[in-house]
């Protein structure tokens, strides 16, 4: 079942994916179609390996960028530029080549929370933000970078003794807990694109997932 509803998801961020490329070709100004295609792409990068997540990932950087040349204020493509900077981080297993994403991630999270104070995703974000570069210290430190970065299936006795050791002090286990925080916020992400897609002509949504 779980198998099927990733595959249903899969179908249905492609399908919204040549959407938005389709959009692109008739009308590239068109900044929230640039920021359904980027938030489509970060999708997608989710069932890619690391190398192509991090190329997905940077085409996505790239049409949230084109997006804000159009609108330097427009704040939905500023909180998913965040996610975009965080997602690359994250995937990114050396502390200094990750940091760099982290602080621009953090940056673009402010940015957002500038230009629309009240929305609770963006303060949470930026909230959350702040921890990052330590959740990410903290996930090569406890041997988690494997399974984390993609390297590849972990067994279940390295699985076993990850868990012990995330465990071990209330510290490991807060970290472990604000990990889930990026992972709820990741579904905001999911939220976001559903809620544009009803921007979309009735002709162009692609079929429910």
């Known amino acids: 079942m779980e198998s099927s509803s990733e595959l249903d998801r899969l179908l249905f961020f492609e399908q919204a994916r040549k959407i938005s490329e389709a959009t692109y070709a008739s009308n590239p100004l068109d900044g929230d179609n640039l920021t359904r295609w980027a938030g489509a792409l970060l999708e997608l990068s989710q069932f890619q390996s690391v190398p192509d997540s991090q190329k997905m990932i940077q085409d996505a950087i790239s ?9 330097p204020k427009k704040h939905d493509a500023l909180w998913c530029l965040g996610n975009a900077q965080t997602s690359f981080a994250f995937l990114t297993s050396k502390e200094d080549e990750a940091r760099p994403y982290f602080e621009k991630a953090a940056q673009y999270f402010q940015q ?27 996930i090569i430190k406890q041997g988690l970078g494997q399974q984390m970065l993609g390297a590849g299936p972990s067994s279940s006795t390295s699985t076993s003794s ?3 050791t995330a465990t071990k002090n209330k510290k490991s286990s807060d970290l472990k807990y604000d990990i889930f925080g990026w992972v709820i916020l990741a579904v905001g992400i999911v939220a976001w694109v559903g809620f ?8 162009q949504l692609p079929p429910p997932p």
């Open 63 to 71: 049409k949230l960028e084109e997006a804000l040349s159009i609108n």
């Open 112 to 138: 957002a929370v500038d230009e629309d104070p009240s929305n609770e995703i963006y303060l949470k974000s930026l909230e959350i933000s702040a921890k990052a570069p330590e959740l990410h210290q903290e």
């Open 162 to 164: 990850s868990a012990k």
């Open 196 to 203: 544009a897609k009803s921007q979309m002509p009735p002709s």
